[in-house]
Protein backbone atom coordinates (compact mmCIF):
# COMPACT_ATOMS: atom_id res chain seq x y z
CA UNK A 1 0.00 0.00 0.00
CA UNK A 2 1.37 3.24 -0.91
CA UNK A 3 1.22 6.19 1.51
CA UNK A 4 1.57 9.73 1.54
CA UNK A 5 3.07 11.58 3.95
CA UNK A 6 1.79 15.26 5.52
CA UNK A 7 5.39 16.55 4.79
CA UNK A 8 7.06 16.41 1.18
CA UNK A 9 10.18 17.24 0.08
CA UNK A 10 10.41 17.66 -3.70
CA UNK A 11 13.62 17.41 -6.20
CA UNK A 12 11.91 20.69 -7.75
CA UNK A 13 9.34 23.13 -7.55
CA UNK A 14 7.45 24.38 -11.18
CA UNK A 15 5.96 27.90 -10.58
CA UNK A 16 2.68 28.30 -12.50
CA UNK A 17 1.19 31.37 -14.29
CA UNK A 18 -1.61 31.87 -11.67
CA UNK A 19 -2.04 33.52 -8.75
CA UNK A 20 1.50 33.57 -6.71
CA UNK A 21 1.07 32.02 -3.76
CA UNK A 22 0.71 33.99 -0.63
CA UNK A 23 0.70 31.20 2.33
CA UNK A 24 3.16 29.72 4.36
CA UNK A 25 3.46 26.32 2.60
CA UNK A 26 3.39 26.84 -1.05
CA UNK A 27 6.19 30.05 0.18
CA UNK A 28 8.39 26.84 1.92
CA UNK A 29 8.13 25.03 -1.02
CA UNK A 30 9.98 27.86 -3.03
CA UNK A 31 12.44 28.86 -0.92
CA UNK A 32 13.80 25.49 -0.20
CA UNK A 33 14.14 24.16 -3.39
CA UNK A 34 17.36 22.81 -4.91
CA UNK A 35 16.00 23.57 -8.77
CA UNK A 36 12.77 25.80 -9.44
CA UNK A 37 11.40 26.32 -13.01
CA UNK A 38 8.71 28.67 -14.14
CA UNK A 39 6.40 28.63 -16.45
CA UNK A 40 7.23 31.82 -18.81
CA UNK A 41 4.31 33.61 -17.73
CA UNK A 42 4.80 33.36 -14.21
CA UNK A 43 8.66 34.22 -14.44
CA UNK A 44 8.06 38.24 -14.38
CA UNK A 45 6.13 38.01 -10.78
CA UNK A 46 8.42 35.35 -9.53
CA UNK A 47 11.67 37.91 -10.85
CA UNK A 48 9.71 40.59 -9.00
CA UNK A 49 9.46 38.89 -5.64
CA UNK A 50 13.15 38.89 -5.40
CA UNK A 51 14.05 35.10 -6.36
CA UNK A 52 15.46 33.78 -9.74
CA UNK A 53 14.72 30.52 -10.81
CA UNK A 54 17.02 27.66 -12.43
CA UNK A 55 15.24 27.29 -15.37
CA UNK A 56 12.41 29.55 -17.51
CA UNK A 57 10.44 26.97 -19.86
CA UNK A 58 8.17 27.87 -21.75
CA UNK A 59 6.72 28.77 -25.65
CA UNK A 60 7.81 32.84 -24.93
CA UNK A 61 4.68 34.28 -25.32
CA UNK A 62 4.01 36.02 -21.95
CA UNK A 63 7.32 36.78 -20.54
CA UNK A 64 8.79 40.07 -20.65
CA UNK A 65 10.93 41.50 -23.59
CA UNK A 66 13.06 43.40 -20.47
CA UNK A 67 13.01 39.53 -19.00
CA UNK A 68 13.57 37.56 -21.97
CA UNK A 69 16.86 39.54 -22.83
CA UNK A 70 18.21 39.54 -19.06
CA UNK A 71 17.98 35.98 -18.19
CA UNK A 72 17.90 34.53 -22.26
CA UNK A 73 20.83 32.17 -20.50
CA UNK A 74 18.05 29.85 -18.33
CA UNK A 75 15.25 30.03 -20.72
CA UNK A 76 14.26 26.90 -22.82
CA UNK A 77 11.83 28.00 -25.69
CA UNK A 78 9.30 25.17 -26.20
CA UNK A 79 7.24 25.85 -28.87
CA UNK A 80 4.84 23.07 -28.95
CA UNK A 81 1.07 24.28 -29.01
CA UNK A 82 -0.61 20.74 -27.97
CA UNK A 83 1.11 21.18 -24.34
CA UNK A 84 0.84 23.87 -21.87
CA UNK A 85 3.49 25.80 -20.33
CA UNK A 86 3.10 23.63 -16.88
CA UNK A 87 3.17 20.59 -19.00
CA UNK A 88 6.62 21.81 -20.88
CA UNK A 89 8.01 22.77 -16.95
CA UNK A 90 7.12 19.43 -16.36
CA UNK A 91 8.48 17.29 -18.99
CA UNK A 92 11.56 19.45 -19.01
CA UNK A 93 12.29 18.00 -14.90
CA UNK A 94 11.29 14.87 -16.00
CA UNK A 95 14.00 14.82 -18.90
CA UNK A 96 16.51 15.74 -16.51
CA UNK A 97 16.17 13.06 -14.23
CA UNK A 98 13.33 14.98 -11.55
CA UNK A 99 10.91 12.61 -10.30
CA UNK A 100 9.52 14.52 -6.98
CA UNK A 101 7.80 17.54 -7.80
CA UNK A 102 6.19 20.15 -6.64
CA UNK A 103 3.90 22.35 -8.20
CA UNK A 104 2.51 25.75 -7.22
CA UNK A 105 1.00 29.18 -8.58
CA UNK A 106 -1.09 27.04 -11.02
CA UNK A 107 -4.48 27.66 -9.38
CA UNK A 108 -6.58 31.26 -9.47
CA UNK A 109 -6.67 34.35 -12.48
CA UNK A 110 -8.07 31.46 -15.50
CA UNK A 111 -11.03 29.13 -14.16
CA UNK A 112 -10.79 27.31 -16.95
CA UNK A 113 -6.38 26.66 -16.80
CA UNK A 114 -7.13 25.86 -12.76
CA UNK A 115 -9.24 23.12 -14.07
CA UNK A 116 -6.86 21.90 -16.79
CA UNK A 117 -3.68 22.43 -15.12
CA UNK A 118 -4.83 20.38 -11.65
CA UNK A 119 -6.45 17.83 -14.13
CA UNK A 120 -3.02 17.21 -15.79
CA UNK A 121 -1.72 16.01 -12.62
CA UNK A 122 -2.97 12.82 -13.36
CA UNK A 123 -1.17 13.00 -16.86
CA UNK A 124 1.95 13.48 -14.80
CA UNK A 125 1.48 10.37 -12.26
CA UNK A 126 1.12 8.16 -15.47
CA UNK A 127 4.49 9.81 -16.65
CA UNK A 128 6.34 8.54 -13.35
CA UNK A 129 5.80 11.45 -11.52
CA UNK A 130 5.33 11.80 -8.04
CA UNK A 131 3.78 14.81 -7.77
CA UNK A 132 2.14 17.34 -5.42
CA UNK A 133 0.01 20.87 -6.07
CA UNK A 134 0.09 23.25 -3.68
CA UNK A 135 -2.18 25.80 -3.48
CA UNK A 136 -2.39 28.61 -0.65
CA UNK A 137 -5.49 26.44 1.15
CA UNK A 138 -3.51 22.96 0.38
CA UNK A 139 -2.25 20.24 -1.83
CA UNK A 140 -3.56 18.00 -4.22
CA UNK A 141 -1.68 14.40 -5.04
CA UNK A 142 -2.67 11.93 -7.48
CA UNK A 143 -2.83 8.13 -6.82
CA UNK A 144 -3.60 5.27 -7.65
CA UNK A 145 -5.22 1.86 -6.18
CA UNK A 146 -4.69 1.75 -2.41
CA UNK A 147 -3.44 4.54 -0.69
CA UNK A 148 -2.46 5.30 3.57
CA UNK A 149 -2.68 9.57 4.55
CA UNK A 150 -0.89 10.78 7.40
CA UNK A 151 -2.34 13.98 8.19
CA UNK A 152 -3.94 15.98 11.23
CA UNK A 153 -6.66 15.06 12.91
CA UNK A 154 -9.93 16.88 11.72
CA UNK A 155 -8.52 18.30 8.20
CA UNK A 156 -10.42 18.20 5.39
CA UNK A 157 -10.70 15.55 2.84
CA UNK A 158 -12.06 15.61 -1.25
CA UNK A 159 -11.63 12.78 -3.63
CA UNK A 160 -12.25 12.97 -6.74
CA UNK A 161 -12.65 9.80 -8.63
CA UNK A 162 -11.47 9.56 -12.18
CA UNK A 163 -13.78 6.24 -13.03
CA UNK A 164 -12.63 4.39 -10.19
CA UNK A 165 -14.11 1.23 -8.76
CA UNK A 166 -15.00 -0.38 -5.56
CA UNK A 167 -13.83 3.11 -3.46
CA UNK A 168 -13.81 3.05 -0.10
CA UNK A 169 -12.47 4.83 2.81
CA UNK A 170 -11.30 3.96 6.15
CA UNK A 171 -10.32 6.86 8.71
CA UNK A 172 -13.06 9.30 6.99
CA UNK A 173 -16.51 11.16 9.00
CA UNK A 174 -18.31 9.76 5.33
CA UNK A 175 -18.36 6.71 3.93
CA UNK A 176 -16.89 6.52 0.02
CA UNK A 177 -18.41 5.12 -2.94
CA UNK A 178 -18.22 4.61 -6.58
CA UNK A 179 -18.62 8.39 -7.18
CA UNK A 180 -20.24 9.56 -10.80
CA UNK A 181 -19.53 13.41 -10.31
CA UNK A 182 -16.57 15.27 -8.99
CA UNK A 183 -18.27 17.10 -6.25
CA UNK A 184 -19.96 13.84 -4.57
CA UNK A 185 -16.12 12.86 -3.18
CA UNK A 186 -16.04 16.51 -1.56
CA UNK A 187 -16.13 17.96 1.82
CA UNK A 188 -14.88 14.42 3.97
CA UNK A 189 -12.97 14.63 6.91
CA UNK A 190 -10.26 12.69 8.59
CA UNK A 191 -11.43 11.75 12.23
CA UNK A 192 -7.92 10.28 13.16
CA UNK A 193 -4.17 11.05 12.25
CA UNK A 194 -4.47 9.31 9.09
CA UNK A 195 -6.60 7.74 6.55
CA UNK A 196 -7.24 4.89 4.16
CA UNK A 197 -8.49 5.19 0.56
CA UNK A 198 -8.87 1.42 -1.43
CA UNK A 199 -9.84 0.92 -4.80
CA UNK A 200 -9.34 0.03 -8.30
CA UNK A 201 -8.12 2.77 -10.58
CA UNK A 202 -7.30 6.14 -10.25
CA UNK A 203 -7.84 9.38 -7.97
CA UNK A 204 -6.96 13.16 -6.78
CA UNK A 205 -7.33 13.68 -3.24
CA UNK A 206 -7.29 17.38 -2.35
CA UNK A 207 -6.22 18.13 1.50
CA UNK A 208 -7.22 21.60 3.09
CA UNK A 209 -4.46 23.04 5.07
CA UNK A 210 -5.83 26.48 5.40
CA UNK A 211 -3.46 27.21 8.52
CA UNK A 212 -0.42 25.31 7.92
CA UNK A 213 2.64 27.70 8.86
Known amino acids: MRRVDWDFVPEAVVV ?23 CDGAADRYLASGRVPD ?28 TN ?12 GFRRIAIVGATGRREDHTLGNISLLMEYMRMGAEVRMYTDYGFFVPMKGDCRFFCRKGVQVS ?9 R ?24 EEFVIRGEGEYLVFINMPSVS
Open 169 to 192: GEGLAYPLRDFTNWWQGTLNEATG
Open 159 to 167: IFAFGTQGL
Open 55 to 82: RIVGDGDSLSVENQKRYASIIRYNPDQE
Open 16 to 38: GNGEFPVSALPLRMLDTASFTVC
Open 85 to 96: DQTKAVNYLMEK
